[in-house]
């Protein structure tokens, strides 16, 4: 069947625009992620001021993210080892007219960027990588190849958050744990094992963009090729503490993990400690402002995805948040309206936004019992 998106038209197994997996895998339900993905590659050229020219889709499916890159002024390249994925993807850029800027090869993902490495007039300015589930074994190759931007998707959510926790310590060489914040588990666990890959090439790692949604973790990520710049990315490693009793937390930087035996709030015992996680910055405001900026109102998403982009600009850097709800039950106390509750910490002193995360999720630098003293007196209103 024929679907639109983007400005380009595709024809798309039947099956798959249920989100049935069909002979070709296409998710009609990622829509919001590849709208984005195209914002961002043009606030990248433009905010970034980069040369980056070339855009490899390195698991391309039916195409769609290396024909609307090519639509949008990129030299494409698509790979995937499905046969029938390769003929589709062909036809789709056929039928787009981008057949000149988009070349799809089917190959491993792997063996293409290693190809690629060490053939310059290939050079990969961008790789976007969007395997079924853990990204970790195509990580190597895209930070050994790329020049400017990986792009990351990993849809192993319960790997990356700690419900499973042997599959997570495995896959990302980290050891997640389950908590009431863990969708910003699964970002700061896929964050670490990405730039501590990246350091093993001498590359530093900025996350440009970063955000979880309900089945899968996105990120952007800006290269810096000199090896003291991976010194400094690695110096935003480190652990977290966190209380399952009171829901205290704290934050600790550095290679070595120094585990809380007893909660300094409330006294409990059970303690969990996770990481190494990333503790900085998950995404750049004034880069979210710019793709904010470039989405058009054309895209399908258009609404959605600004939206979604201010609330992410709004979002403060403290790495892990709280969910109103949860706390309010475990104080025993209603919930309120979120913008009276963050208005409350604020009066308080303390610096509060919402979090992306949930409608309920928000973010301070305040500890557990401060958030309790400050909000006590309107959630009890
Ligand atoms: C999640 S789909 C990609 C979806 C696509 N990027 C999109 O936005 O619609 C994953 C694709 O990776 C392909 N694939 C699996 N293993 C691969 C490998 N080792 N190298 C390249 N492609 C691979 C699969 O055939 C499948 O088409
Ligand atoms: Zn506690």
């Keep these: 069947m024929r679907v639109s998106e983007g400005g380009v038209e595709l024809t798309v197994p039947a099956e798959s625009t249920d989100g049935v997996e069909g002979p070709v895998f296409y998710n009609p339900r990622q829509e919001l992620n590849r709208d984005l993905t195209i914002a961002v590659l043009g606030a990248f050229r433009e905010e970034r001021e980069s040369r980056a020219a070339t855009y490899l889709d390195a698991m391309t499916a039916s195409g769609v993210r290396g024909i609307r890159a090519a639509a949008n002024g990129w030299t494409a390249m698509g790979v995937d080892t499905d046969e029938r994925a390769v003929s589709l993807a062909r036809e789709n850029a056929a039928r787009n007219g981008v057949e000149e800027t988009f070349d799809v090869v089917q190959e491993d993902a792997n063996a293409f960027m290693y190809g690629c490495g060490r053939d310059m007039d290939r050079a990969l300015d961008v790789i976007d990588l969007d395997p079924y589930g853990t990204p970790m074994p195509f990580a190597d190759a895209a930070f050994a190849n790329a020049r400017n931007l990986v792009c990351v998707t990993a849809t192993d959510t319960a790997p990356l958050c700690g419900a499973h926790l042997q599959s997570g310590i495995r896959s990302y060489s980290a050891v997640p744990r389950n908590t009431d914040y863990h969708a910003e588990m699964g970002v700061r666990v896929l964050l670490s094992a990405l730039v501590r890959t990246a350091a093993r090439y001498d590359i530093g790692v900025t996350p440009l963009f970063t955000y979880a949604k309900s089945h ?129 910490l604020r009066d308080a002193g303390y610096e509060a936004s919402p979090a992306h995360y949930s409608g309920t999720a928000f973010k301070t630098d305040a500890d557990v019992d401060e958030i309790r003293a400050a909000t006590e007196p309107v959630l009890e209103s």
């Excluded at 990481?275 to 910055?281: K, N, Q, V, Y």
Aim: charged share 25%; net charge negative; glycine share 4%.
């Design 216 to 344: 899968y973790v996105r990120t952007f990520l800006e290269l810096d090729h000199r090896a003291t710049a991976a010194d400094a990315t690695l110096d935003a490693l480190g652990f977290v503490s966190h209380c399952e009793d009171c829901l205290y937390r704290e934050h600790t930087r550095g290679h070595f993990a120094d585990p809380l035996e007893t909660c300094p709030a409330c006294g409990a015992s059970r303690v969990l400690t996770a990481g190494p996680i990333w503790l900085d910055a998950s995404h750049d405001r004034a880069f979210v402002a710019a793709v904010r900026e470039r989405i058009p109102s054309s895209f399908g998403t258009a609404e959605r995805a600004r939206a979604f982009c201010s609330t992410l600009e709004a979002e403060l850097d403290e790495p892990t948040h709280y969910d109103q709800h949860r706390l309010c039950k475990e104080w025993t106390l209603p919930a309120n309206a979120m913008d009276d509750f963050l208005a409350a």
